[in-house]
């Protein structure tokens, strides 16, 4: 693909030769005037106004390397993007936080991994000041990208890859919401509990996972209760089929996120069985479809808008005072869980 | 906000101290090595390897200005953009077309009308090469920004303001679209039939408002029969509610978008009217709420997707032919619309 120029943009050869003075004066004068005379610097300054003179923040960038943009890529196609209620909720916190501060948000999206290159240079070639990057899988190449741009980043979850201690992160503890959705389900007196997990490539999904385990010890987890739903509704709703085929006496599920609880539901009424008279269900997330759901998911709220809100304030904090800051000042944040109790479960 | 600068970066200064050259021979060798010795020319080439230096694209840009990355701006807070699958829809044949180009997509999100002024600094300052804009209202800064910017700028949806006859942009045949659907209203017999509008500073409102009118012709339209629904679902909630109100005894409705259907569909249940026994409902868009809704709606089709696919396939031909390629490779796109009969009317 061949860009062509912007040809209707004026350069800054156009406003020296307006002036009458060199390109350098005229790149002083816009860069803060130091070292220029008062009348050079008017005459440079009307030069720019008359003809309409908008400085390149490329030559700009290369004086004070700043953009005032924040770059925030998601590890997911843009289908998934748009399906998932959790990723709009998750953009809302980090607008609102990024505007309040005067920044642009940029969000880079993405087809296929083949399109991870591309991002990797478009985040080098110095477009934005930092990164937030979220959903991220254990062999993703992007933290690898992010770390050879140079520019600091937040990830959204707890990072899994080999080399990750010292990164920075926003998250829930997903091991403690998961114990407290699988407890409700004993309280409630279910006695063959099922999970649907996300894709265990991802530390929440193995966290979610983890917690599970720990509410059944000291019984262990029969490995014909646990299935794979892939973090989506279609997922979910076959999932929750193969559970019924491998385990038809369950009476509980713990359902690793309240979009694939929504597919479960679907499946548990084809097959027959009663919500929450047959099986109870819990979800986790507390997003919109949790409420829509029939009947209402009992689910773990985890406060996803402030989770956005909390990676964009760790980031601005981080661009603000460099890597040497007090390490009490720039740490991982870890929220609270906690479970929200409806009709399914 | 201040950011510092992305200290782990090395820099060009590095690279030439290393090869024991000026910073200027190293700046020729990375654009491309004209005029550079091929001894001095590898040895620079080394240092950069060494180094693992990443050309920062702010100094490539100065001497290509390109930026291989598209700006994505829809004139609606990030709210609507993740509520409103029209907009996933569209982005998804923006991001495809993009990606087979090798072109990076930035969305560039906003919260409020205040936010408009950073877009436009953004996009005054170089990190991309061409805008996609789409939303648009009467009214709106955005336009100015764009064309300030110098950037060529491909529109979504007919471009409503003044000036704008040279505009580049796609668009469906609103006007067609809402004349087939009111027509079909009334080849099955409706006799008194309301519209539920969107915004009406959008164009495509208008347009289709117009077509309503077309087909209601030589009658006029009862100003009773008409209300604004904002193009959300509870704004076509609400307007439905409107309409029973001033006019209870309508016997069809034709909404000018799916989301505002489905508002209007939950309505007319909390009021006893049956669709399409006592009402007869048609929406526009054709997007999944379409077939989802009870009973599924018979509704207006036009092709979001590749809409999206037109708008970008039209920006990177501007961007590789410039402005003065002839008219006929470069004129505004306009889709055709196609009732799909269900079973709401």
């Known amino acids: 693909m061949v860009h062509a120029s912007n040809e209707r943009r004026p350069t800054l050869e156009a406003v020296a030769a307006r002036a009458g003075v060199s390109r350098a004066t005229v790149s002083r004068v816009v860069n803060g005037g130091a070292g220029v005379r008062g009348e050079v610097r008017e005459r440079v300054r009307r030069a720019v106004t008359d003809l309409g003179y908008v400085p390149n923040s490329a030559a700009r960038s290369l004086v004070t390397r700043r953009t005032g943009a924040v770059a925030v890529v998601i590890a997911e196609p843009e289908t998934r993007v748009f399906a998932d209620p959790f990723f709009g909720r998750q953009l809302r916190g980090i607008s609102r936080e990024l505007s309040a501060a005067d920044t642009q948000l940029l969000l880079l999206l993405q087809e296929t991994r083949a399109d991870h290159e591309r991002i990797g240079r478009y985040l080098s070639a110095g477009h934005a000041d930092g990164v937030l ?15 050879a741009s140079g520019l600091p980043t937040v990830y959204g979850g707890r990072p899994g890859w080999a080399g990750a201690e010292d990164a920075l992160y926003v998250d829930t503890d997903n091991r403690d919401g998961a114990r407290q959705a699988v407890r409700h389900l004993r309280a409630r007196g279910r006695r063959r509990i099922a999970v649907i997990t996300g894709p265990l490539d991802q530390t929440s999904a193995q966290d979610r ?10 019984a262990a987890a029969d490995p014909r209760l646990i299935a794979d739903g892939g973090f989506t509704a279609q997922g979910g709703e076959r999932a929750m089929a193969e559970l019924l085929a491998a385990a038809p006496d369950l009476d509980g599920v713990f359902v690793c996120s309240d979009l694939m609880a929504s597919g479960a539901l679907r499946t548990l009424r084809a097959h027959g069985r009663r919500v929450p008279e047959d099986v109870g269900v819990v979800g986790y997330d507390d997003l919109d479809p949790a409420a829509w759901t029939d009947p209402p998911l009992t689910t ?18 981080r661009l603000a005072t460099g890597p040497g800051a007090a390490r009490d000042e720039l740490a991982p944040v870890v929220t609270a869980a906690k479970l929200v109790v409806r009709e399914s479960g």
């Open 133 to 147: 990057m979220f959903s991220l899988h254990r062999d993703d190449p992007l933290p690898a990208m992010a770390e």
């Open 209 to 218: 996972l983890d917690g599970y385990r720990d509410a059944l010890a000291p």
């Open 300 to 317: 773990v709220r985890q406060d996803v808008e402030e989770m956005g809100r909390l990676m964009a304030r760790l980031l601005l904090r």
